[in-house]
C-alpha cells in the first residue's frame, strides 16, 4: 500500500488544519490508520490511531479533545482534524497503516508510511 499525506501548512495559534491521508489499493478497508509526528530534534511519537472500521479512535494525551482522526473507507482516504493549534504541535506529520489492531503506539509496529507533511504553528 502506499500512502500520500497532506494538508499541512501554517496556521496561528488556535487555528485548524485537516490533514489527508490517500491510500493506494482496494485494501485500505483491512488496515488500521495511524497518524504520528516528528518535531525537530524529536523522535517520532504517536499522535491518534483508528481501527480499519472507524469505531476505534485511540490518542496521544497531548492532542486528546483538540485531534480528531477518521476515514472514508470508500474514498481510501483519512484523515486527521486538528484545532485549537498550538506551537508544540509544529512538527512533520505522517500517517501510516498496519494490520491488525490500531491500539499500538509504537512506530515500529507500523510498517507503511506516507512521506510527511510539514504543519507550522506560529504564535
Known amino acids: 500500500v502506499q500512502l500520500q499525506a497532506s494538508g499541512g501548512g501554517l496556521v496561528q495559534v488556535g487555528g485548524s488544519l485537516r490533514l489527508s491521508c490517500a491510500a493506494s489499493?482496494?485494501?485500505?478497508?483491512?488496515?488500521?490508520v495511524g497518524w504520528f509526528r516528528q518535531a525537530p530534534g524529536k523522535e517520532r511519537e504517536f499522535a491518534a490511531t483508528l481501527n480499519w472500521s472507524g469505531t476505534m479512535t485511540y490518542y496521544a494525551d497531548s492532542v486528546k479533545g483538540r485531534f480528531t482522526i477518521s476515514r472514508d473507507n470508500a474514498e481510501n482516504t483519512a484523515y486527521l482534524q486538528m484545532n485549537s493549534l498550538k506551537p508544540e504541535d509544529t512538527a512533520v506529520y505522517y500517517c501510516?497503516?498496519?494490520?491488525?489492531?490500531?491500539?499500538?503506539?509504537?512506530?515500529?509496529?507500523?510498517?507503511?508510511w506516507g512521506q510527511g507533511t510539514q504543519v507550522t504553528v506560529s504564535s
Open positions: 489499493g482496494r485494501t485500505f478497508i483491512t488496515y488500521a
Open positions: 501510516a497503516v498496519r494490520r491488525g489492531t490500531a491500539q499500538t503506539m509504537a512506530v515500529t509496529d507500523w510498517p507503511y
